[in-house]
């Protein structure tokens, strides 16, 4: 499969509006951990809190994700899309006009920023509908490298709010969101196919099958890492090596940039190699790269670890995604869903438990290396399923596995 067999497939309109629609909205859904240095000394927030802060999103991100699943069905992706967008401008409206005056406030906006992580469940089923089986890996790692948007997140909103104060920043950020919006209305499209409507019978039906258990186990680590760090990195670096929130802001978007654009990557690596060999791969050197990050003594060596970590994850996200489709081609948006849900509570569970560790120990180190334990048993959970995987379901798919 080459990127040329993008322009005689599918409806490559569709496929870059969805790329704008999660990029702007993975944008806004990090919003408070890209303004969580500013806003936590605004409001004299604990490590803990400012941890809780920036994880709320991806909390409220992971259950809304199924139940814009089920819409996507019931109304098409195109008109849920426009949905959770109009939602998602009238938080950031209400955040910029009011004002976040104490630490309950970045909760409720959290809650509310949740749909548009939500955004996932809606722009890859939309995208991946109009392409083949053989180029699922890529077409979405495309739409899904609008993850990139954390990556703008972290460099422009701190020295926004350096500028013009952190409250104006969700202001501004009302300007991406409304031309995205317009863009989307005009040139997105639905695919014609017969899409079965999921109903939350279908969503436990499946979370019977253990194949379903091992996807959202693996997602919840390659995307919760992932986001997890995107989301963390500023606060991170304000606090361990005393930068500015905007030379944090730097050094995060160099990080997480490589997990954004990996993505494609991992998903166009995974269609040559397969994605269980591509995870093993990338689930080792997430390890290692968090112990590294954990142990460095210097801002150099540590932002080398998250680098490399960031982009393992990021093309390990690629790579569960080149699966999925293999496994699950029927029931594609309900699987969407559920292990969308699950990289959501990976991020919760990496962000807020650094914020723990540091509150509670002093340190993060306690935080990141329970998260490379579970890449370890990633690994592990790799290798019970490789065979069954490959004689089963694997053997008659279109793609390597």
Request: hydrophobic share 55%; charged share 10%.
């Amino acid at each position: 499969m080459k990127f040329s067999d993008l322009k005689t497939s599918g409806h490559w309109p569709t496929l870059l509006t969805a790329f704008l629609y999660f990029d702007v909205s993975f944008m806004v859904w990090t919003i408070l951990g890209a303004l969580g240095a500013q806003i936590g000394s605004t409001l004299h927030l604990t490590p803990e809190q400012k941890g809780l802060m920036v994880a709320i999103p991806y909390l409220s991100g992971a259950f809304i994700r199924i139940l814009l699943g089920m819409l996507v069905d019931r109304i098409g992706a195109k008109n849920t899309g426009i949905i959770a967008q109009l939602i998602v401008i009238a938080g950031m409206t209400t955040a910029w006009l009011t004002g976040l005056h104490q630490f309950s406030h970045t909760l409720m906006l959290g809650l509310v920023l949740g749909v548009a992580g939500a955004s996932f469940a809606v722009a890859l089923p939309q995208a991946g509908r109009w392409y083949p089986p053989n180029m699922q890996g890529l077409v979405l790692g495309l739409a899904g490298a609008g993850n990139v948007g954390v990556v703008i997140d972290a460099i422009l909103a701190p020295r926004l709010a350096a500028a013009y104060g952190w409250n104006a920043v969700f202001g501004l950020a009302l300007i991406p969101l409304l031309l995205v919006l317009v863009v989307y209305m005009i040139f997105s499209k639905e695919a014609v196919v017969k899409v079965k409507k999921k109903t939350p019978k279908d969503y436990v039906n499946l979370l019977k099958e253990k194949d379903a258990h091992w996807f959202c186990f693996f997602y919840t680590i390659s995307f919760g890492g992932f986001s997890g760090l995107a989301a963390s990195l500023i606060i991170y670096f304000t606090s361990e090596f005393q930068l500015s929130a905007v030379d944090a802001g730097s050094w995060a978007a160099l990080c997480t940039l490589v997990g954004a654009l990996g993505r494609p990557v991992g998903g166009a690596l995974a269609d040559r190699l397969g994605g269980i060999r591509a995870l093993h791969v990338f689930f080792i050197v997430a390890a290692l790269s968090l112990v590294l990050a954990a142990y460095a003594g210097s801002l150099a060596l540590c932002a080398v670890g998250f680098f490399l970590a960031s982009g393992a994850f990021g093309m390990a996200n690629g790579s569960v995604f080149q699966l999925l489709p293999q496994r699950f081609a029927k029931d594609i948006g309900v699987m969407t869903g559920l292990v969308g849900c699950g990289g959501g509570l990976g991020g919760f569970l990496l962000a807020s438990s650094l914020g723990y560790s540091k509150g509670l120990t002093g340190t993060y180190h306690v935080g990141l290396l329970a998260f490379a334990a579970l890449c370890i048993l990633a690994l592990i959970g790799l290798n019970l399923v490789k065979l069954r995987w490959r004689t089963t379901w694997g053997a008659m798919a279109e793609a390597r596995i």
